[in-house]
């Protein structure tokens, strides 16, 4: 997901929402970015630290996921609308 750089959000505008699915965004961005870093990689050693870093991203993308899901679930228990 694409978004304006930080110091151009209007933040009192974002919603606990919008600031998580903003930052998975940028946690599945840098992912990408040392994965991609580690396929250019001149020497195993730093492919390896550049996937442990990728794969770093990847579990602080799925936490925010987390805390997004049992945010929605709130909500939907709030409003009567929870399984």
Do not use: F
Not at 22 to 43: C, K, M, P, Q, T
């Amino acid at each position: 997901m694409a978004h304006p750089p930080h110091d151009k959000l209007n933040w009192n505008d974002l919603s606990l929402q919008d600031i998580l699915e903003l930052a998975i965004a940028d946690e599945v961005e840098a992912r990408e970015y040392y994965r991609l870093a580690a396929d250019h990689a001149g020497n195993a050693h730093t492919q390896r630290m550049l996937l442990g870093l990728a794969a770093m991203e990847q579990g602080h993308a799925d936490t925010l996921r987390k805390e997004l899901d049992e945010l929605q679930l709130q909500r939907d228990m709030e409003t009567g609308m929870a399984d």
